[in-house]
């Protein structure tokens, strides 16, 4: 009913830009938080970065500064503006948001959603 895609990965030097973008479509009635986390290879998942509805946002440490989160409404949309990025921001990259949608006539229920991912490597 609720689909999350992102797009935006691939292949940068180091000290490069990238922007992801995570389009949520589907029976939507709102979306409240929208959030970007990673995960690299034999790593666990972590928290990026995240925009709320109200549009405050939140930076792990790890990327303050150099990344920036932002949020289109009428699309549904969030963006990761990612620059500066070095080898240790290679990861595939998820997108999360906490989606209130119709479930059938009357019905809605509000729950979170992920994307699949996108790879973002950060090499020379």
């Known amino acids: 009913q609720v689909q999350l895609v992102e797009s935006g990965g691939g292949l940068v030097q180091p000290g490069g830009s990238l922007r992801l973008s995570c389009a949520a479509s589907?029976?939507?009635?709102?979306?409240?938080?929208m959030l970007w986390y990673r995960q690299g290879s034999g790593k666990e998942r972590e928290l990026v970065a995240s925009?709320?509805?109200?549009?405050?946002?939140y930076y792990a440490d790890f990327v303050k500064g150099r990344f920036t989160i932002s949020r289109d409404n009428a699309k549904n949309t969030v963006y990761l503006q990612m620059n500066g990025l070095q080898p240790e921001d290679t990861a595939v990259y998820y997108c999360?948001?906490?989606?209130?949608?119709?479930?059938?006539?009357?019905?809605?229920?509000?729950?979170?959603?992920w994307g699949q991912g996108t790879q973002v490597t950060v090499s020379s």
């Open positions: 999360n948001a906490d989606v209130l949608a119709s479930t059938g006539p009357y019905a809605y229920r509000r729950r979170a959603y």
């Open positions: 589907g029976s939507i009635i709102n979306i409240g938080g």
């Open positions: 925009i709320a509805g109200g549009d405050s946002t």
